[in-house]
C-alpha cells in the first residue's frame, strides 16, 4: 500500500489566490483527517470526514477553508482567499473504523503564502 | 481544551532508556491513551496504544497505573534516530469520536545526544 498520499509536496502563493490540497487516503480506511501544523499552534485537528461525510469541521478557521470529500478515494482542502497567516503544513491522515485512534499521516504539505 | 499535559523537551544520550510521561487527569472510561512520534517534515507516526496496565510492541512500551491519570512512553536503549517529537493522547473508539479526542497538543521534544 503506497500510504496516504498528498499533492502538492509545497506550494507557494501569493496573498489571495486560491490554493487546493489534495489527498488520497488509503483504501479501504473509513476516516479521513485534516490536520494544520505551525511552530506557534503545533498540530491543530480541522476538520474530519467519516465514509465521505464531514462530521465535525468546528477547527476550520474561518469561511475562507472548505473541505470536502466526493469519494472515498479523494479529498480536497481549499482556502479562498489565502492569507500569510495560512502558511504552515496541511496533514491528511486517514484510519479504519476498527483502528482506535492509529492515524496514517500522509508527507504533507508545506503552503507558503507571501 | 486540551487533556493531556507532557514536559515541552527532553535530553538522553545514547543508549540509554527514556520514560516520557503524560498526565490526563480528566480520562474517561472509555479513553484509550495512544502515543505517536514526529520527525522533521514528516508526519506523525503511530507508536503505541493502550488501556491500562502494560503494553509492549517492538518499539516501545507504555505503563499505564491502576488510576489512568497518567502513562509512561518508555524508549530502550535511544539512538540518534529517535530525536523526534513524541505526543500522547487520550481518546475513545467509538466512530463519532469528537475532534478533542484526537487532539494532538504541542508534545515533547527528545533529543539524543551522542
Known amino acids: 500500500d503506497a500510504g496516504v498520499i498528498q499533492s502538492p509536496r509545497h506550494e507557494v502563493t501569493e496573498m489571495g489566490q486560491e490554493v487546493t490540497l489534495r489527498c488520497k487516503p488509503i483504501s479501504g480506511h473509513d476516516y479521513l483527517f485534516w490536520y494544520r501544523q505551525t511552530m506557534m499552534r503545533g498540530l491543530e485537528l480541522l476538520i474530519y470526514f467519516n465514509n465521505n461525510v464531514p462530521i465535525d469541521d468546528s477547527g476550520m478557521p474561518e469561511d475562507r477553508f472548505s473541505a470536502k470529500m466526493p469519494n472515498a478515494s479523494f479529498s480536497t482542502l481549499k482556502i479562498q482567499p489565502s492569507e500569510p497567516r495560512d502558511s504552515a503544513v496541511y496533514f491528511c491522515?486517514?484510519?479504519?473504523?476498527?483502528?482506535?485512534?492509529?492515524?496514517?499521516f500522509g508527507s504533507g504539505t508545506q503552503l507558503s503564502v507571501l | 481544551l486540551a487533556k493531556t499535559t507532557q514536559p515541552i523537551s527532553m535530553d538522553s544520550y545514547e543508549g540509554q532508556e527514556v520514560n516520557i510521561t503524560c498526565s490526563h487527569n480528566?480520562?474517561?472510561?472509555?479513553?484509550?491513551i495512544t502515543w505517536y512520534q514526529q520527525f522533521p517534515s514528516q508526519g506523525p507516526r503511530f507508536i503505541i496504544q493502550g488501556y491500562k496496565t502494560k503494553v509492549t510492541n517492538e518499539v516501545a512500551s507504555l505503563f499505564i497505573p491502576a488510576d489512568r491519570k497518567s502513562s509512561t512512553l518508555s524508549l530502550p536503549r535511544v539512538s540518534l534516530s529517535d530525536t523526534a517529537v513524541y505526543y500522547c493522547l487520550v481518546g475513545d473508539r467509538l466512530p463519532q469520536t469528537g475532534a478533542n479526542n484526537l487532539f494532538f497538543g504541542t508534545g515533547t521534544r527528545l533529543t539524543v545526544i551522542p
Open positions: 491522515a486517514s484510519k479504519t473504523d476498527r483502528g482506535g485512534e492509529k492515524l496514517f
Open positions: 480528566n480520562i474517561a472510561t472509555n479513553d484509550y
